[in-house]
């Protein structure tokens, strides 16, 4: 297998090709987790994987509580869809714990206290309400508890580690949080054997072809832990050296086969580009730190057969969104045009209804 095959059954796993799924959850499902920063910008990473949806969409989605939005994995914000939440975060806290503890020592903050407070915030959500970090610093300051904005943030993560709150309604542009036990129904527990083996399939299946250290990086979890999993979907799945790296993918792939570039714009964090760590084959060395910064920043890219040849930019003006593309180099015209329609489609998708 080549680099450029290697590139297109990513995008068809990755369901940036045709597909039949329909849904918001359906394709978060899918993906098995999808990272999930800056959230206008995120939406668009599910929002390109379906056809004629638009931003408001997956607010409804999100509102619904069909796809939840929360620390899971490593350490950062990712898309879930509600039924998984659960027996993935059951995988993530034992590896999730120490770092939040090691966020407490740096801001100097006193873990027993951080877990005296807890209760009140279980307390000021009862009841199914929605609750923003202001109206949930302003609640806790009326009770008394006085938190500058790093040690309340610091008192939602542990509140989110501990399994008691997940993002809940979007009050406008503003992120609330909820009860999980509220908002997210419960589900059959899975024994920790049976996450990892879950989790595994749906990374092999919605990001193959991939390593064991991109699956890894992925999920956060130990290579021992990772190793276990794959053993157990081993007859599943195909392997096949590709650069002196072993591969796995769906043993059942079939993938149409395709006569046209495939011209995509992505969001920041997209998974086609976070979620592997050897990425060598979808970005050229010399033009790496122009889109993936060294403290972790990925900024939204122009993407041609699955590689990144340039970023793009959103941008609004008299309340219509606007999309500017940057390439690396000179890019012939009839190569600019290609990504008329995906820029045709972006626009819409945030345009106000």
Request: charged fraction near 25%.
């Amino acid at each position: 297998m080549n680099h450029d095959e290697l590139l297109y059954i990513r995008l068809y796993n990755q369901l940036l090709t045709l597909h039949a799924l329909k849904e918001p959850r359906d394709v978060v499902a899918h993906m098995g987790a999808m990272q999930s920063q800056t959230l206008e910008m995120a939406k668009w990473a599910i929002g390109s994987r379906l056809q004629n949806y638009t931003a408001k969409n997956i607010t409804e989605s999100l509102n619904r509580g069909d796809v939840i939005r929360t620390h899971i994995l490593r350490p950062t914000w990712h898309f879930v869809a509600a039924e998984d939440l659960r027996w993935m975060y059951n995988l993530s806290y034992p590896r999730l714990k120490p770092v939040y503890r090691s966020y407490s020592k740096m801001l100097g903050a006193d873990e027993a206290v951080i877990y005296r407070y807890i209760p009140l915030v279980e307390e000021l959500l009862s009841g199914g309400r929605h609750l923003s970090k202001q109206e949930m610093g302003d609640a806790l300051t009326r009770k008394g508890v006085l938190l500058d904005d790093n040690h309340l943030s610091l008192l939602l993560s542990f509140a989110e580690l501990e399994g008691l709150i997940v993002n809940g309604e979007l009050d406008g542009s503003r992120q609330t949080f909820t009860l999980l036990e509220e908002w997210v129904p419960r589900t059959a527990p899975l024994s920790r054997e049976e996450s990892l083996g879950r989790l595994a399939r749906k990374y092999f299946s919605s990001h193959g072809p991939a390593t064991l250290q991109d699956f890894t990086w992925w999920s956060g979890l130990s290579i021992t832990e990772c190793r276990q999993a794959m053993e157990m979907i081993r007859p599943d799945f195909i392997r096949e050296k590709i650069n002196g790296r072993e591969c796995w993918m769906p043993g059942n792939l079939c993938t149409p086969p395709t006569d046209h570039d495939l011209a995509l714009l992505l969001a920041p964090f997209d998974e086609f580009v976070v979620s592997y760590k050897d990425r060598s084959e979808i970005i050229e060395e010399t033009h790496y730190g122009k889109v993936i910064t060294k403290n972790g920043i990925f900024s939204p890219t122009i993407t041609l057969n699955g590689k990144i040849i340039g970023s793009w930019k959103k941008s609004i003006k008299k309340n219509i969104p606007q999309i500017t593309l940057t390439f690396f180099g000179n890019v012939p015209k009839k190569t600019i045009r290609l990504f008329q329609p995906e820029i045709e489609r972006l626009e819409k998708f945030y345009a106000r209804s």
